[in-house]
């Protein structure tokens, strides 16, 4: 068991020699934090790092005081984990203990809740705090599962109402996480549609500090996740907090710092737009936060989320096997494509060594321009005039999978669907519908509207061999409303939108469970722990531009693994930026991840084709590296004048990796430059092979793992020496965009 209790101190401890947790009830029955953390020996009382109880804030002075329910009017000034309106109009919380449950394994949270499992109960135990507000009877169990081999706990909420009277769920936190500091930075994953989840770091101040979203997305210009990490903290020592919500609507990750510099962390539902009732006998539980510590830097901290998430938070038959090298069609036809182009596509990517085509947006409806035919989920026959399953089965024939994009939760006005059921649109009645990107959202509250779509959407996946499924999320939420809901209960409308959403993904998932859906919204706008349950991969962002994708890439590797990353190679100039980057350089970068194309063939001239060719053989030979390796940050393009990067990616088992550099322009007279990588054996040699481009290696030499990690690797000469040359066995290459791949077998 890693989780005890001592009845004589009334104590918790969580605790498996990663991290610890240390809860206690205090004297006045509420629930102590008294460390949440760095490991602790399990045994002794911790009872001294927090107040024995607490019953009037004087008492904080220079006492920092954790709690794990902190609820409001009643002494703790800091923001608070839960608010309540009780019958009588007040929203004061006075939890105090009732009982708590140890139990093996973790369970499920009820519904269609997005959250993390365990195969077998000794992977992780659960720990569940019952606590009750006498006047109101309002009981809350708090839950803490700790993973055995994971320094993380997930964490949520259930509250019921056992009371006679109704009260209404004004705020619910998923967690909240006291430190007894404020020495901490705040990391933010921000941004905006194509600039998704840039690192963003503050040095945390006294007051209110965090992120959100209210656009009915997790979205893409602030992730649902957010870190600490000390001043000194680097990517392979030092403390980090990583905190993850799973939950793909509307969040708060905010921090208060009060006027003793304890630091409170808290992450949930936003509580804007939201309320729930809860009539005598009902309950409400909130979405799962992960919350992982690591003492050794921010790698510690991706490691331990990326593990959790890719293994015990993805599910289905997709979750362990290799990802599929797909072409998708979009940027390189847009809605202009039929048959006769896509299947010539198709046989250009099969002899390019692609293994999956996918059709994007534009198969369905008279679906020319994006004005129309969103919700007529019939095939265009003007474009495909044998149907979709002559096309799937001429794409299968070819010896590729294919692969087909829709956009369930949109209608556009100009559609069969609106003209049907206007109401089946978001909006409210005599009030403009805000329109963006030309179409409308659809009521994903609504339980008719959900069933229509799982019928729809459903024929069409069986209506042809479909292997793989895009699913598209286009625009935000604006005019929040559903008729299906009375007038007192609109605050559930955005709640409600992401259950309808999860209800579909689950119907069609279990319906379809052969197919591999990735998610995407515009890109990255929707890439939260919680659409990993469902879509184990993510379109990490709009923006193929291989400069731009340093960043985009580094970003999300803080919280999300190389399974979960869509990344393709598209043509030039590049759409997003204009860029003209070599088509290695491209693609360097693209293999960190879920790997693909996202161009036409047709178009490539033969030694672009031929150069694609090596690529995709390159990486065939090494998918296990780069979808289910160790990710290791090296050098972030966050840093100076980000005209540099480096990563590297290695084998659970450590006898294969690849390291790889990037330089954005090139600079006369380089300086000297070495790469320290990271994760190997010290004790072992290597074999390092160094590619620029894929067609042939630059070079092999060996190298002790003790020296690659100690010493480094030499990427850019000592001095100038002619073009050709050779230092550390690698090639000068002159030239802006160049990308330095270094593959790694331990000998
Ligand atoms: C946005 C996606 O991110 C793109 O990849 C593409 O599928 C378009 N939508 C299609 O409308």
Known sequence: MTITWNDAAREWHLANGRTSWVLRVLENGWIGLLHAGAPLAPGPSYRHLGPASFEGY????????????????????????????????????????????????????????????????????????????????????????????????????????????????????????????????????????????????????????????????????????????????????????????????????????????????????????????????????????????????????????????????????????????????????????????????????????????????????????????????????????????????????????????????????????????????????????TESRQQLVLDMANPAVVDHLAEAIGSVLASAPIDYVKWDWNRFITEPYSPTLPAARQDEFFLRYNLGMYDLYERLVTRFPHILFESCASGGARFDAGLLAWAPQAWTSDDTDAVERLKIQWGTSLAYPLSSMGAHVSAVPNHQTGRLAPIDFRAAVAMFGVFGYELDPTAMEAAELEAVRHQVAFYRERRDVFQYGRFLRLRSPFKGDGNEAAWMSVTADGSRGVAAHYRVLQRPMPVRNRLLLRGLDPAARYEVTAWSSFDAPLGTFERGGDELMRVGLGIEPQDPLPAGAWADGVRIVRSDFRARLFDLRRL
């Open 58 to 433: 004087d008492n904080r002075v220079n006492e920092p005081v954790g709690l794990a329910l902190p609820g409001p009017g009643i002494g703790d000034f800091r923001i608070p984990a839960l608010v309540v309106e009780n019958p009588d109009g007040s929203t004061v919380l006075d939890p105090r203990y009732v009982g708590h449950r140890i139990l093996a394994g973790k369970p499920p949270l009820p519904g269609l809740l997005p959250a993390t499992y365990v195969e077998d109960p000794a992977e992780a135990d659960t720990l569940e705090i019952d606590v009750r507000d006498e006047p109101t009877g309002v009981e809350v169990t708090l839950s803490f599962s700790i993973f055995r081999d994971r320094p993380i706990v997930a964490r949520s909420m259930r509250i019921a109402n056992a009371g006679a009277a109704r009260v209404v769920v004004r705020m619910a936190m998923s967690a909240t996480l006291d430190l007894p500091d404020a020495d901490w930075t705040l990391i933010t994953l921000s941004g905006t549609w194509a600039r998704e989840r840039s690192v963003v770091e503050r040095a945390l101040v006294p007051g209110f500090q965090g992120v959100g979203s209210l656009r009915g997305g997790s979205g893409a210009e602030h992730n649902p996740f957010v870190a600490l990490r000390r001043a000194a903290t680097t990517e392979d020592a030092g403390e980090a907090w990583g905190v993850a919500l799973a939950w793909s609507g509307n969040f708060l990750a905010e921090v208060d710092v009060d006027a003793h510099a304890t630091t409170r962390l808290r992450i949930g539902i936003h509580p804007d737009a939201f309320a729930w009732p809860l009539e005598p006998g009902a309950s409400f539980t909130t979405p799962e936060a992960l919350l992982a510590w690591s003492g050794e830097g921010l790698g510690g901290m991706s490691d331990a989320l990326h593990g959790l998430l890719r293994e015990r938070m993805a599910r289905g038959p997709w979750r362990d096997r290799p990802r599929p090298i797909l072409l998708n069609n979009w940027e390189g036809t847009y809605f202009d494509f039929d048959h006769r182009r896509i299947v010539e596509m198709a046989k250009a990517a099969k002899a390019m060594g692609i293994e999956l085509f996918v059709l994007d947006d534009g198969w369905f409806g008279r679906r020319d321009k994006d004005d129309r035919s969103l919700g007529d989920w019939i095939v265009d026959r003007r474009k495909l005039p044998h149907g979709l399953e002559a096309l799937a089965a001429e794409v299968r024939g070819l010896g590729l999978q294919f692969g087909l994009w829709i956009e369930p939760e949109m209608v556009n006005a100009d559609s069969d669907l609106f003209r049907a059921h206007p109401d089946w649109a978001i909006g409210i009645p005599g009030r403009r519908r």
